[in-house]
């Protein structure tokens, strides 16, 4: 960034990390402390029960750690597998390929599903696949909930079923790293048995905070997993977690937010904030048809509440879009990534947000689109998306007020 003042608010719409609420930022300014002191687990204690409020189980097991969203996927991986253990995985974007690729660097091995970019998993392929493994040697099913790079959610529950109607044992290992406290998640009612999650983004804090959720199911092929871990070890955390504390020194401000995240989260409601999403991605979609562009997304079924992947047009690059938003505007929308590098821009919709941030940034992008010589009608996205957001979530926040 240049030495120059740029005044007013940075508008921060890539979809990871997300907006940090003051309340948070003041929770988590706090002096050190003694994390072996006897108060410690007043703090502690709580953050794994309400974790699981978010992660919707009864029986799984919560993990806290530092890391980002990738060491969790590495954790959830080394902590129940052996090298040589074979997996399946749909591959249908950025997010889910580097989850692939981090499981071969660990030795396992990989039946990868190509999907379409823009669709999403395949139960379908899924129990094709699971039917044909007579031996069970897939010891896993890995599908990433919600694919940041195209903005594509796969439906995790028809994979669950996908598994049981071929009545196969493997393990379902769900990244729900832009899903989970922004749109529904159901470890228990979904069957997931290790759902991966990171502190940056439905949860609205900084990254450093890897969270893992594992079921009864996992816990019990923990023993056997020769996979190498050290730091990542979840046998240290369940040794000491119990008693409100951890292998190593915890990432204090982090756990203080997470505190006051999880207030956050609670006070509107887990429910609330689903309907929050939904709404203002619906806003965002009737921005991106008013502009007459199309998403990553191929149909409605695979789009996600959580970041909408806009194509440019033929001749145009997204990343020109992007840089304009950026310097000019001071709004940062997300990049295409890999394959979709150029041919599109994201505007991540999750967090801590509401109608008015959103039309701010529907506004930016028009006007960066505009700068950069896409025809788009002025004020037509933002237009769109005030009609869609008249009654909805809102309306129905204030009647309940
Ligand atoms: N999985 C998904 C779906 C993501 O969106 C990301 C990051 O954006 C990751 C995993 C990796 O997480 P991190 O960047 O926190 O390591």
Same mark, same amino acid.
């Given at each position: 960034m240049s030495g120059a003042r740029r005044p007013g608010r940075n508008f921060l719409f890539v979809p990871g990390p997300t907006n940090v609420p003051e309340r948070i930022l003041r929770a988590m300014h706090v002096p050190m402390e003694d994390?072996?002191?006897?108060?410690?687990p007043k703090l502690t204690l709580p953050l794994y029960e309400d974790m699981k409020k978010v992660f919707q189980t009864k029986d799984g097991q919560v993990v806290i750690f530092p890391s980002s969203g990738t060491g969790a996927w590495e954790a959830s991986l080394t902590n129940t597998r052996s090298p040589g253990d074979k997996l399946l995985a749909p591959r249908f974007g950025q997010f889910s390929h580097l989850w692939i690729d981090l499981a071969r660097r660990h030795g396992l091995e990989v039946i990868v599903q190509e999907e379409e970019w823009g669709t999403g998993a395949s139960p379908e392929r899924i129990e094709e696949a699971l039917r044909a493994d007579k031996n069970h040697e897939i010891k896993g099913v890995m599908v990433v909930h919600n694919e940041t790079a195209t903005g594509v959610t796969s439906d995790i529950a028809a994979v669950r079923r996908a598994i049981d109607v071929a009545n196969h044992p493997a393990l379902l290992y769900v990244? =729900?790293? *832009?899903?989970?406290?922004s749109i529904d998640f159901r470890f228990d009612e979904w069957g997931v048995d290790l759902a991966i999650t990171g *502190?940056?983004? =439905?949860?609205?804090?900084?990254? =450093?905070l890897g969270i893992v959720c594992v079921s009864q199911k996992a816990l019990a092929q923990m023993e056997g997993a020769k996979c190498t871990k050290a730091y990542f070890d979840f046998a240290d955390h369940f040794r000491t977690n119990? =008693? +409100?504390?951890?292998?190593y020194t915890p990432a204090l401000p982090l756990l203080y937010g997470l505190r006051e995240s999880l207030a956050i989260v609670f006070e509107e409601g887990l429910e609330n904030v689903f309907a929050r999403h939904r709404h203002l991605a619906s806003g965002t979609r009737a921005a991106v048809e008013a502009w007459g562009l199309k998403l990553c997304a191929k149909e409605p079924k695979w789009y996600s509440d959580t970041v909408s992947a806009i194509m440019v047009p033929? +001749?145009?690059?997204g990343a020109d879009v992007i840089d304009r938003a950026y310097r000019r505007y001071d709004l940062a929308l997300g990049a295409g990534l890999s394959q979709m590098a150029g041919k599109l821009f994201r505007i991540g919709h999750l967090g801590d947000l509401n109608e008015l941030m959103l039309l701010g940034a529907l506004a930016g992008a028009e006007m960066s689109m505009r700068d950069v010589g896409i025809e788009i009608a002025p004020g037509s996205g933002v237009a769109a998306a005030q009609e869609c957001f008249r009654g909805g979530a809102g309306e129905q926040r204030m009647a309940a007020e």
């Open positions: 994390h072996r002191s006897s108060d410690f990244d =729900g790293v *832009s899903s989970i406290a *502190s940056q983004k =439905g949860m609205m804090l900084p990254a =450093g119990p =008693g +409100g504390y951890f292998p033929e +001749g145009f690059d």
